[in-house]
């Protein structure tokens, strides 16, 4: 009995142990670009998808200090991930991908899907999440989400922004709480013998 009880004290300080661990950083910050793009139709208010985008460059990444705010404003932006997406899209790998030109690396981001918002008044607003990854050391893979906006013809200037929702990391929490759990267990069952 004495044996099983140390032994759940050497889980519970493990767990403990382990919840002070290092994690990696969340990309945080938010991006604008712009940029021209072809759409599959003259009338906005018919157009299902962007058949090519040229031009795109990072314009008034914010705020000062965080992953995206550092980016240099008019850096080019790689969409060939995005070449002849559908606004109603699934899954697409390496839709966006920008050098930060900082600590982290290059940032793609992956879309998860895809929906038209808006499509009224020759205006269309197109809504996405999915997730932003960095190749720089030290960052985790974040959330994000994003809107598309254009209005005007088939060659359109248009709009993309893109936020990062991050979820915080429990800094160990849950670690912390089996372990406070076992423990308590331990006692209960000791009290009952």
């Known amino acids: 009995m004495k044996n099983s009880f140390i032994k759940l004290l050497s889980v519970a300080a493990t767990a403990l ?25 003259a009338t906005v208010s018919l157009a299902t998808k962007v058949v090519s985008f040229s031009g795109v460059a990072v314009v008034n990444p914010f705020p000062n200090g965080t992953t995206l705010g550092s980016i240099t404003n008019g850096t080019s932006v790689n969409m060939a991930g995005a070449a002849n997406w559908s606004f109603n899209s699934g899954a697409l790998p390496a839709f966006w991908v920008v050098n930060s030109g900082g600590a982290a690396g290059t940032i793609t981001f992956n879309l998860a899907s895809s929906s ?22 030290g960052f985790d893979v ?6 598309f906006s254009t209005q005007g013809g088939q060659d359109v200037n248009f709009s993309f922004s893109s936020t990062t929702t991050a979820q915080a990391p ?3 929490t849950t670690a912390v709480m089996a372990g406070m759990a076992l423990v308590g267990l331990a006692l209960f069952r000791r009290r009952l013998a």
């Open 17 to 41: 142990a382990l919840s002070g661990t290092a994690q990696a950083a969340l990309i945080t910050g938010s991006i604008d670009f712009s940029g021209g793009a072809t759409l599959d139709n």
């Open 116 to 137: 038209l918002f808006s499509n009224a008044g020759g205006f269309i607003t197109v809504n996405g999440f999915g997730t932003m990854s960095a190749s720089g050391a």
């Open 142 to 147: 974040t959330n994000g989400t994003w809107q």
């Open 170 to 172: 429990d800094g160990g």
